[in-house]
């Protein structure tokens, strides 16, 4: 099984996919951590894809698509993944069609996760991840335990450079302005499924998983 998860910056990908692909047996591969991992690790990739991130720009198609291509050709990846960040482009989203072509697979859902941008911008000012493993908090909505440290795993818990200032609103205008094509694009090949992103996080994961199982 492999799935896609679309949405805006805020929309919630990374706080359902973890559950979510637990539920459903696959990896969850999200491009923003790879990135992420990368920048941490020095790599020249991390250097060359920190410019546009620290911007709220996209890191350009071929970077990306070089990197979750390969990713998705780790053996733990063969029993299916969800994908959350990728793609966002149509260049990207082709460039998966033939990357999973190639090993006989192919994309059985994408499903959108509908938010409205005044509540992204509401969670995206509040949102904090622990240094270790990403675990997603929100000082507003899902505060940790102790301020600052991670519930899970005691790690410190830090602000992402593009949740502050102009970088924001540029994230949400691309996905708005560009990436929101890409719902027609799986509309048109029939594997388009829209999930209202606006409710408790339980639900949206009941939701989430009833949108998936129902198209398979
Ligand atoms: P990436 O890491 O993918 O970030 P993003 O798409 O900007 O998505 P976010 O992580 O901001 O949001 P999310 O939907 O995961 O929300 P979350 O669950 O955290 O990408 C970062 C950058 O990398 C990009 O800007 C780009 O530069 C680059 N990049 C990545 N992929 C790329 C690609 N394919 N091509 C080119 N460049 C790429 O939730 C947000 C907050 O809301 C949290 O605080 C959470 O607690 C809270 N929350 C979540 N759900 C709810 C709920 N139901 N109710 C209340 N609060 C909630």
């Not at 951590?33 to 709220?56: C, P, V």
């Not at 339980?202 to 199982?213: M, N, P, W």
Request: proline share 3%.
């Amino acid at each position: 099984m492999n799935i896609i998860l679309i949405g805006a910056q805020g929309s919630g990908k990374g706080t359902q996919a973890e559950k979510l692909a637990q539920v459903l047996g696959v990896l969850h591969v999200a491009s923003g951590d790879l990135f992420r991992s990368a920048i941490a690790q020095g790599t020249e990739l991390g250097m060359k894809a920190k410019i546009y991130i620290d911007r709220g720009d996209l890191v350009p198609d071929d970077i990306t698509v070089a990197m979750v291509l390969s990713r998705l050709q780790e053996p733990d990846c063969a029993r299916g993944v969800l994908l959350d960040g990728f793609p966002r482009t149509l260049e990207q989203a082709k460039a998966l069609d033939r990357g999973l072509q190639e090993a006989d697979r192919f994309i059985d859902t994408a499903v959108y996760l509908e938010v409205p941008r005044e509540i992204l911008l509401k969670r995206l000012s509040g949102r904090y991840i622990c240094r270790a493993n990403q675990h997603i908090y929100n000082i507003n909505t899902r505060p940790p335990k102790v301020p600052g440290i991670c519930d899970l795993d005691g790690s410190e818990l830090y602000q992402r450079s593009d949740d502050q200032g102009e970088a924001v609103q540029k994230r949400l205008d691309i996905f708005f302005n560009g990436t929101f094509k890409l719902l027609d694009y799986y509309r048109d090949e029939g594997k388009l499924a829209t999930v209202n992103g606006n409710q408790d996080v339980e639900k949206v994961h009941k939701d989430l998983v009833k949108a998936i199982t129902d198209r398979l």
